[in-house]
T-cell receptor, first 116, second 110 residues
C-alpha cells in the first residue's frame, strides 16, 4: 500500500504571497490532518478533514485554510505569507470512521516551506 | 485545554537504557501514543497505551499511569539509529485530533 504523499517537498516563497500544499492519503483513508512543525514547538494541529468536511480546527489564524476532495486528497492554503510561517507542514491520514480511536496516524514526508 | 510536558533533550550511551517521560493535562483522556521522528523524516507511530501498565514491543516499551497523568517510553539496548526525536501525544475520546508534546531529542553516543 502506498504511503502518504505530499507535494511539493520544498518551497520558497516571499512574504505576502500565498501557497497551496497538497496531500494524498493512504488509499481508503478518509481522514486527513495537517500539522505545522517548527523547531522547539513540536507538531501543532492545524485542521482535520473527513469526507470533504472540516471536522476539527486548531488555533491558527484564518490565513490558513484547507479543503478535501471526494477522493480524500487534501490541500491546505496559506495566504499573505509571513516570515513566521516558515515551517515543515505535515499531513497525516487515518481511516477516521466514527468508532475509530485516533491513536495512530500515518504521516507524509512533509513540505518544507521557507518564507523570505 | 490540553498540555503535555516532556524533556527537550536526552543523551544516552549505546547499549544502555533510556526513559523519556511525559506528563499531561487534558480532559476526555483516552490514551497516550508515542511517535518517533528521525531528522528529515516523517513521524512514525511507535506505541499506544489506553490502560495503566507497561506495553512492550521489542526493544521499546511504553508505560501509562492514568491516576498520575504520566507516561514514559523506555528504550533498551540503545542503538545509534535510535537517535531521533520522540513525541508523546494525547488521544482524546471521539474523533478529536492528537495533541502532541514538543518532543524529546534523543542522542545516542558511543
Amino acid at each position: 500500500k502506498a504511503g502518504v504523499t505530499q507535494t511539493p517537498r520544498y518551497l520558497i516563497k516571499t512574504r505576502g504571497q500565498q501557497v497551496t500544499l497538497s496531500c494524498s492519503p493512504i488509499s481508503g483513508h478518509r481522514s486527513v490532518s495537517w500539522y505545522q512543525q517548527t523547531p522547539g514547538q513540536g507538531l501543532q494541529f492545524l485542521f482535520e478533514y473527513f469526507s470533504e468536511t472540516q471536522r476539527n480546527k486548531g488555533n491558527f489564524p484564518g490565513r490558513f485554510s484547507g479543503r478535501q476532495f471526494s477522493n480524500s486528497r487534501s490541500e491546505m492554503n496559506v495566504s499573505t505569507l509571513e516570515l513566521g510561517d516558515s515551517a515543515l507542514y505535515l499531513c497525516a491520514s487515518r481511516g477516521g470512521g466514527p468508532r475509530e480511536v485516533a491513536y495512530e496516524q500515518y504521516f507524509g514526508p512533509g513540505t518544507r516551506l521557507t518564507v523570505t | 485545554g490540553q498540555s503535555l510536558e516532556q524533556p527537550s533533550e536526552v543523551t544516552a550511551v549505546e547499549g544502555a537504557i533510556v526513559q523519556i517521560n511525559c506528563t499531561y493535562q487534558t480532559s476526555g483522556f483516552y490514551g497516550l501514543s508515542w511517535y518517533q521522528q528521525h531528522d528529515g523524516g516523517a513521524p512514525t507511530f511507535l506505541s499506544y497505551n489506553a490502560l495503566d501498565g507497561l506495553e512492550e514491543t521489542g526493544r521499546f516499551s511504553s508505560f501509562l499511569s492514568r491516576s498520575d497523568s504520566y507516561g514514559y517510553l523506555l528504550l533498551q539496548e540503545l542503538q545509534m539509529k535510535d537517535s531521533a526525536s520522540y513525541f508523546c501525544a494525547v488521544v482524546s475520546s471521539g474523533n478529536t485530533p492528537l495533541v502532541f508534546g514538543k518532543g524529546t531529542r534523543l542522542s545516542v553516543i558511543a
